[in-house]
């Protein structure tokens, strides 16, 4: 069965910095596509980063570029999201999610919720000023 679990999460000042880390398990297949969203009280589930496996480049939310670095272990099927600078509207559960097995359509849209197969439980991270 497959499973992402994510870590990392904590309560920091504005200004500081964490580092959240996903390790998926259970998978027969290494997901060509994985990402973090984030969440809010009251607000929807919002895409922040998203890495296809093996490749350089990466996507981010307007929000958080040059703040946040997404980047990935292949060799150990974990993903990381490197977050500085970071200010209280970041405050969010934050959550890892993968494709599935059949891959990313010609359409996909890392943006979307839609296109993820597997989501982890998620992570509390809270900024205060």
């Known amino acids: 069965q497959e499973v992402l679990v994510e870590s990392g999460g904590g309560s920091v000042q504005a200004g500081g910095s964490l580092k959240l880390s996903c390790q998926a398990s259970?998978?027969?297949?290494?997901?060509?596509?994985m990402a973090w969203f984030r969440q809010a009280p009251g607000g929807v589930r919002e895409a922040v980063a998203g890495?296809?496996?093996?490749?350089?480049?990466?996507n981010y939310a307007d929000s958080v570029k040059g703040r946040f670095t997404i980047s990935q272990d292949n060799a150990e099927n974990a993903l990381y999201l490197q977050m500085n600078s970071l200010k209280p509207e970041d405050t969010a559960v934050y959550y890892c999610?993968?494709?599935?097995?059949?891959?990313?359509?010609?359409?996909?849209?890392?943006?979307?919720?839609?296109?993820?197969?597997?989501w982890g439980q998620g992570t509390q991270v809270t900024v205060s000023s």
């Open positions: 999610a993968a494709v599935g097995p059949r891959g990313i359509p010609f359409t996909f849209n890392w943006r979307s919720t839609e296109g993820y197969a597997y």
């Open positions: 259970g998978y027969t297949y290494r997901p060509i596509y």
């Open positions: 890495i296809r496996r093996g490749g350089s480049k990466a």
